[in-house]
């Protein structure tokens, strides 16, 4: 097995190739770096979401006045290079691949470097949508759907494309992929891919990543290789909802120059169609999978329904996903569910009034009957 120096050049070499026309990324101009802030707004924040006197730029400052975030009035842009590096863990052999880039990078550019660094493109894609912060699934639903992704991804050759934070159903793709290499010793690596928006993760993961990126390009004498390449045990609290998913082995973290929110559906959309285009003699075809979901949800299926994509809903996910699934249910199948819980619960008001009027109608003599048949 290649050293991890090996796989970190690699991975830098590539990275380096594919984004040679992207190596800038943007962070909030409202506010500079060692810009005199008066004590009395020291704790406040900008819009963007840091304190007023934790920003890091050094140019020109932006004239805008407003209380809305708009990228292009608010930010400006830094030429320093690609922020990217490789975190092992190693007593479940999971590695994982880390880019840093601008929201704004074209997804040709990624889909080519997942392409390039994986050796093969992907025969299917699987995407999920929903689900990033906590959700309640029933336990053989939840089985049943850990079980069909990772079958689906390892069997056709598949890429699994997530939220990558570390909560909801993303936790859920994470634990299949752990139990899956654990069941199956020889498996290959599981080509899963994490969206996340770089301002989604806290501080304290932000600087933690910075700092191992920051190592790994410069690395000193004195720093020892487990630890260069190690994913940072603060990383990997299971309920530190607000870092990345360990298991997955790439994860593409967009920044926009804000530290709050999450990133949409629209770059791992556009992700997807990106590897739809029929290049060569391979094709690939893609499953978008609901899970639970919001208000953005039915625009999300309805972009993919109009390519004539299929789209699989989570029934009794909850949220959005339930909702879609009960306007589906045609109305005899709707009647004759109701029909069904209201005879039975009918049945059942009916059985507990016949034993409450009973004992009134017996005769003295069929009470000791009675009491042998009730026990």
Sequence with gaps: MPSCKDLYDKWRNAVSEATKDHKHRYTCALFKKDQTIS???????????????????????????????????CSGRIDDGISCGILYKWHQACLTKFLRCDINIPQ???????????????????????????????KHLETAFMNGIIEAATSAGGWILTAGLNSGVVNLVGQAISEAKV????????????????????QDVRDLLSGKFRKQLHP?????????????????????????????????LFDDATQYGYLGDHQPTQFLE???????????????????????????????LEKNLPVVIIRGS?????????????????QNQGGAEKKNSEQGVSEKRRLRRRPKDVCKRDKENYRR???
């Design 108 to 138: 040709k550019a990624l889909y080519d470097l997942i392409c390039n660094d994986y050796g093969k493109k992907p025969n299917l894609i699987i995407s999920i949508f929903g689900g990033t912060k906590n959700f309640k699934m029933d």
């Design 183 to 202: 069941m199956h010793c020889n498996l290959k690596n599981i080509v899963s891919i994490g969206f996340t928006k770089w301002g989604s993760l806290s």
């Design 373 to 375: 048949e009730i026990q």
């Design 318 to 334: 909850g949220r959005m996903a339930d909702i879609i699934c009960d306007f589906l249910t045609p109305d005899a199948e709707k």
């Design 220 to 252: 000193e004498n004195n720093d020892p290789i487990s630890e260069l390449y190690t994913y940072p045990p603060e990383m990997l609290g299971s309920n530190n909802q607000q870092t990345v998913e360990s298991h997955h082995a790439y994860m593409l």
């Design 274 to 304: 990106e590897a739809l285009k029929n290049k060569g003699n391979t094709s690939c075809y893609t499953i978008t999978v609901i899970v639970e979901g919001g208000l953005n949800t039915p625009y999300t299926i309805r972009r993919f």
């Design 39 to 73: 004590d009395t707004e020291q704790t406040n924040r900008c819009i963007c979401g840091r304190l007023k006197n934790s920003h890091s730029y050094k140019g020109e400052l932006s004239s805008y006045a407003g209380d809305r975030w708009i990228m292009t009035d």
